[in-house]
Structure formats: structure tokens, C-alpha cells
């Protein structure tokens, strides 16, 4: 669960939150091997071409000063960048190194066939020696080390899945909730009492970032001259709150999601669920549900546990990094995770909560993921609330049926893989294809 809930700074969990842990986890490897002359990045692929608006420098920088996503702040990280650019020295665990960004971050625009998100740190010691490590980043703030052993955790875990046909007839053996599933399974790593804790927190969390995101006015940063709606909209929304009008319950539920997202294209602190890009769909739908279903805490905690298992069976057997799979694998996997959430937060058996999960992607296939500027704003802020208010839909329509239905949530998932390989590169996050290119920078 942890995997796919993390906490860090936006806007992008591919771009910011993984290429920070690659460096951070570079530089620590570092101490205790002499004094460091210098260090060298090298970002390919989809983080040359998208990285700048997507802060990948930035966030590399950070990690060399031995910083991770869940504990930095966007004050402090300022500061940071700011001391350098005024020094020219970088504090790393290593010791203090003499570093540009103009000259010690390379921008190759060219794939690395491994993956597209693919980055290279090089340190050169004193004495002559040198070491280089590639990382990959993967999507939700993962990372993976090119060439590296996975090491065996001997975790075992009480009911293990890998399809969402398993994960059923666990629930039809055991009498589960599938939220009752993944909390067996978190027991392998932590005590129930922490898992709730956790699980408080990221809720916490995602609330506080749309109450940040609602409070915060001016314009995006970028050069796109994009300004922050969530302020303006709540005070209509405010003016007008006795109008007898249901589709104001979808006003704010998309108000919720573009605080989130707006928050996270100005590089604040948000939960990826399961990516930055796509982190306002499930805080909306969860504030949905509290605001207008229950306060029931143990529900809102089955609907992230849920949200969790299906998230986890796209990482799984596809992706859930846009610069693989497009759009479809980060908005279209957050919905479909929160219309899971939410089918079990309001009482649906595990059939009903597939089929709300499957509905979800269903209908977001081939989305694809073109930013302007390689910012991550339009489209990203809207299509936010589009996946959310998607995912509150698919729900509801689960709900009235038994969970009978025609198309599976891992044919959906399988489907979503296929077209994801099929579809162009320039449609997955490297803003050369799509809006990108059909719409003029201001």
C-alpha cells in the first residue's frame, strides 16, 4: 500500500518524486568512499523532454543533498535551490561539491530502450576513481537500479494476488471484503495499528492539500500563465449553496480534485494516488463521500484499502507511468481505483467493487498524455475532475447492479497494457504529439 500512497512534492511522482529517491539513493551510496570532485546527471527519454516542467532538475538536486520526497517541504526545498544558486556548492552526504545545473545536468532527448524514464548519476573521487549508477523511474515515485539483484524480502504475505479473478475467490473462500484482503497482507509488514495510522495520515493528508489548494490564488508557475480557479470557485459555490440544483454536488467534488491538482502543478505537497498527475481524483471522491455519504472513519479506511488492491493490479500486470501507457495509466488508474474505493466505502460486495473498478478504466482507454509545455496543467488540472467525477459515476452504476457483468477488470487492465505499447511515444508524456503541439504557447 505504501508503494502506491506516497507523500512528496509535485508536480510529477515519474518525474520529481522517483528521480529525487534515484539521487538520493546515489549519493548516500557515496559516503565513506573519499572525498567527491564531481557529480555529473545525465536524464533521457520522457525526462529530457518534459522534465524542466515537470521541476526533474530540481527535484534531482534535492536528492543530492540527501533529501526524500516524504519529508521535504516546499519552503525548505526553495531554499535549498536558492543557497545553490548563490554558492555554486552542493551540501551532499558525501561532502560539499561544486555543482551547475546548466553544467553538470545533461538533457538527452533520445530513449534509453529499457525505459523511458531513465537517468544517470556519475560521481568522480579525488583520487582518480569514478562510479555511475542508472536508475529508472517507473511511475507512482518508484524507482528500480538498472542491473541490480532483487534481494529476496522473505515476506509472506497471508492472502498474496495477482489477478482480480484471485483477489475474488480469495474474498469467496475467506468471506473477505477485498479492503478486509489487503489489510491481512499489510500485516506483513507492519502491525494493524500502524497500518491505520498510516492510513489516518494519508487521509490527512489529501485533505489538507485540497484546503491548501483551495486557500492559494495567483498564477501557475511555467510561463503558461495559467491561474489557480479553486479559490474563486469555492466562493460561487459558497454564494449559491442553497440553489436546488443537484449538479452542484459535482461542482464541488471537481472543485476538490482541481485544488489538488493545482497545488501539485505549482510543486506543493501532495499524495500520489497513484501519481502525482492524477493525485486529485481519489482525494475528491473520498471528500465526496465523507461530505455526502458518511463520517464513518473505518469506512473511509476500507475505501483506501481497496482503492490500494486495484492499484496495485495495475502496477502489477501493466503500468502506472504515463510515459509507458499515457494518460490512461494515471487518471484512468486513479479512477478506477476510486470508483473501487468508493463502491466499497458505500457497502458493495467485492463483485460490485471489479465491476466499478473495470468501469472506471473502461471508459478512460487511450488516454492519452499530451502536456503543453511539459507542464503539468492543462490537461492534466481538468481531467482530474474528470476522472473523479467518472469514478463517482461508475460507482453508482455498479452499485444498482450484483456485480454480474460482461467485460473483467483484468481484461480491462490487459487491454489498457496493449493499447498503452501501441500507442505512439509522442503520446506518452513527452509533449510532441497532441495538445502539445496543436495548441500555441503563450
Request: hydrophobic letters at 40%.
Amino acid at each position: 500500500m505504501a508503494e502506491l500512497f506516497t507523500i512528496g512534492l509535485g508536480p510529477s511522482s515519474s518525474h520529481t518524486v522517483g528521480p529525487m529517491r534515484a539521487a538520493a539513493d546515489f549519493v548516500e551510496g557515496l559516503s565513506g568512499r573519499g572525498a567527491v570532485s564531481i557529480i555529473r546527471v545525465k536524464l533521457h527519454g520522457s525526462l529530457a523532454l518534459t522534465g524542466k516542467g515537470h521541476h526533474t532538475d530540481r527535484a534531482v538536486i534535492l536528492g543530492l543533498t540527501g533529501r526524500r520526497p516524504h519529508s521535504v517541504q516546499r519552503a525548505e526545498a526553495d531554499e535549498v535551490l536558492v543557497q545553490l544558486e548563490r554558492t555554486g556548492v552542493l551540501e551532499t552526504p558525501a561532502g560539499h561539491v561544486s555543482f551547475r545545473s546548466e553544467s553538470h545536468i545533461a538533457w538527452c532527448k533520445r530513449f534509453v530502450k529499457e525505459h523511458p524514464n531513465t537517468l544517470d548519476l556519475l560521481a568522480e573521487f579525488e583520487d582518480g576513481t569514478s562510479v555511475i549508477r542508472r536508475y529508472y523511474s517507473i511511475g507512482g515515485g518508484a524507482i528500480l537500479e538498472a542491473d541490480a539483484n532483487p534481494s529476496s524480502t522473505n515476506v509472506e504475505l497471508e492472502h498474496p494476488f495477482s489477478s482480480a479473478a484471485e483477489l475474488l475467490a480469495i474474498c469467496d473462500r475467506t468471506n473477505l471484503t477485498i479492503a478486509g484482503v489487503v489489510e491481512m497482507n499489510e500485516r506483513a509488514w507492519r502491525e494493524p495499528l500502524e497500518t491505520n495510522s498510516l492510513l489516518a495520515q494519508l487521509r490527512s493528508e489529501m485533505f489538507d492539500c485540497i484546503d491548501r489548494g483551495i486557500e492559494a490564488e495567483g498564477v501557475l508557475p511555467g510561463g503558461l500563465g495559467v491561474k489557480r480557479r479553486a479559490r474563486g470557485i469555492q466562493r460561487d459555490l459558497i454564494s449559491r449553496e442553497k440553489r436546488d440544483d443537484p449538479s452542484t454536488l459535482f461542482e464541488w467534488v471537481s472543485l476538490w480534485a482541481l485544488a489538488v491538482n493545482e497545488e501539485n502543478a505549482a510543486g506543493g505537497r501532495v499524495v500520489t494516488a497513484p501519481t502525482n498527475g492524477a493525485a486529485g481524483v481519489i482525494p475528491a471522491v473520498l471528500k465526496y463521500f465523507e461530505t455526502y455519504v458518511s463520517t464513518d472513519g473505518g469506512r473511509s479506511h476500507d475505501f483506501l484499502l481497496t482503492a490500494a488492491a486495484i492499484g496495485f493490479l495495475y502496477k502489477k500486470r501493466a503500468s502506472i507511468s504515463a510515459a509507458e501507457m499515457g494518460c490512461q495509466g494515471e487518471v484512468g488508474v486513479a479512477c478506477s481505483m476510486a470508483a473501487a474505493g468508493l463502491t466499497a466505502a458505500m457497502g458493495g460486495s467485492p463483485r460490485q467493487v471489479e465491476n466499478a473498478a473495470e468501469i472506471g478504466m473502461e471508459h478512460n482507454l487511450g488516454l492519452t498524455c499530451d502536456p503543453i509545455g511539459g507542464l503539468v496543467q492543462i490537461p492534466c488540472i481538468e481531467r482530474n475532475t474528470m476522472g473523479a467525477i467518472k469514478a463517482i459515476n461508475a460507482a453508482l452504476l455498479a452499485l444498482r447492479g450484483d456485480g454480474t457483468h460482461l467485460v473483467s477488470l483484468d481484461q480491462v487492465i490487459e487491454t489498457m497494457r496493449q493499447t498503452g505499447n501501441d500507442m505512439r511515444s509522442k503520446y506518452k508524456e513527452t509533449s510532441t504529439g497532441g495538445l502539445a503541439v496543436n495548441v500555441v504557447e503563450c
